[in-house]
């Protein structure tokens, strides 16, 4: 099958999968877990346990506040010891749920067999509640409340289903091994989310230094109607949702707009692994695979991770923090976020922690724009992105958003061709927080 990509912009840093040999391992449950109540875009859950109580594995901990938000289950059987504020990975304080663990005792409901099921005996409105009992959300990092994506807005229609594969960050590899090692159980999650979209087309796209998993999909694929594979070029930001539809099916998301404009939803393979356990055995969202890596570390590994496991119990397991450590990265170098200390738990969102040294981490000395322009070439969403830190820089707020700064996907690519070493991607993050904020007071007084 042709190789395709989508065609603006891109850039291409080294791949660095060190752990892409790597099975999933389970990582040993630990003593203590803290699950945040706010893993998802949208209403913070409400606890419905207390200090005192005693919990299963999977069983409901946190009910979802509103129409988009979602339910937390705790990851552990034990004890209740409080609910407080934590601090997590966006450097704020947010309530959590703190448990003791005591066994491992999971809730009788979940089936704990190693059978696929294939078999689909249920309604699509049956299908969408299991995933919104089981607290399923978008697991490629956004968070986005599964069973809402799956309900598209009026007039709108979705005709074709893309899986989300490709992984393009470096480092990370979670994905990679899921697929290498669940391929089954996705194709199975893929037909479920077929079935409630009522589309007859569903596209599996892989970046193409993942052959070992095309050949994976392409071998069962086969026995599932309407699915396909489809290899894609390795170019970063592949694995952007804007930029894997160009690639998949030749549409463009218009400027301000929705994927489903274009027909499509996007799905990441981890959530639809997750839409399988959860619709087929009955298994809420409480573990998912997390990669630790990094160009020092011994042991670069793929971990299944109970959700509040402290990040510094993964950097355990893989034989300690090398000494060279400069920066601690919650997700891949180019969109991740560097954090303050290990003792923040695993959430959904969390697909890898890098450990990186000095000389990756280090930023070079600013130097002045030469308007060589690389930034724009390098922009896979078409963004003048040396023109736009000017903007921001002078705060004129309204011709950075006709300069559409809003469509910024935050991908580090202008930040990663820039020769001189500019922060573009700051002062646009910067910029997209403030404009938005101008735009939503806008809308309230409309």
Known sequence: MKIKSFSMGGVHPPDSKLSAEQPIENLPIPPLVSIPLSQHLGAIAEPIVQKGDTV???????QAAGYISANIHSSVSGKVEKIDDILDSTGYRRKAVIIKTEDDIWDSSIDRSTNIITNINLSSEEIVQRIKDAGIVGLGGAGFPTH???????????????????????????????????????????????????????????????????????????????????????????????????????RRVPSGKLPIETGAIVDNVGTIFAVYEAVMKNKPLFERVVTISGTSVKNPSNFLVRIGTPISALIEAIGGMPEDTAKIVNGGPMMGKALSTTELPITKGCSGILLLPQKITQRPEVQNCIRCSKCIMACPMGLSSYHLIELVKREIWDQAEKERIMDCIECASCSYACPAARPLLDYCRYGKNRVGEIIKLRTMKN
């Open 56 to 62: 299963k594995t999977g069983q409901l901990i946190g």
């Open 148 to 250: 809402v994506k799956l309900v598209p807005p009026p007039g709108k229609k979705c005709e074709v289903l893309i899986i989300n594969g490709v992984e393009c960050e470096p480092f990370l590899t979670s994905d990679h091994r899921l697929m290498l090692e669940k391929t089954e159980e996705i194709l199975v999650g893929t037909t479920l989310m077929m079935n409630v979209l009522n589309v007859n087309r569903a596209i599996i796209g892989i970046e193409n230094n993942k052959k070992d998993a095309i050949q994976a999909f392409e071998t069962l694929v086969r026995a599932y109607k309407g699915i396909s594979v489809q290899p894609l070029k390795v170019k970063y930001p592949q694995g952007g949702e804007k930029q894997l539809i160009e690639a998949c099916i030749n």
